[in-house]
């Protein structure tokens, strides 16, 4: 059975730092794309970034470009998200997903569709 489970979550500053984490089990994870969602109250879930099975393509959304950083393990079945210059709008349960990945490597969705299996998601608060 197909697990994933997000840690790294917290309560931080505006303008500190926090790195999230996700492991896969139960799946090959290198046929998987994994992307870190988001959704705050009252908000559609929002793709933040993802990341292709090779790491050779990667989506970041516009709100995040430049902050963020999505990186994978796959020898550790193990994406991150490294979120600096945090922002109070960037305060969400942040969710990480895996969804297969039949491409070549080089191509990534961020859509919610495209991924199958999700992570009871992790919250992050960003204080002013």
């Known amino acids: 059975q197909v697990q994933v489970v997000e840690s790294g979550g917290g309560l931080v500053q505006a303008g500190g730092s926090l790195r999230l984490s996700c492991t896969a089990s139960g799946l090959t994870f290198d046929d998987y794309a994994m992307g870190w969602f988001r959704q705050a109250p009252g908000k559609e879930r929002e793709g933040v970034s993802c990341?292709?099975?090779?790491?050779?393509?990667?989506f970041y959304a516009d709100s995040v470009k430049g902050r963020f950083v999505i990186s994978r393990d796959n020898a550790k079945n193990t994406v991150y998200l490294q979120m600096n210059s945090l922002k109070p709008e960037d305060t969400a349960m942040y969710y990480c997903a895996a969804g297969r990945d039949y491409s070549d490597g080089y191509y990534v969705s961020d859509r919610i569709y495209a991924y199958n299996y999700w992570g009871q998601g992790t919250q992050v608060t960003v204080s002013s």
């Open positions: 990341i292709s099975w090779s790491g050779g393509s990667i």
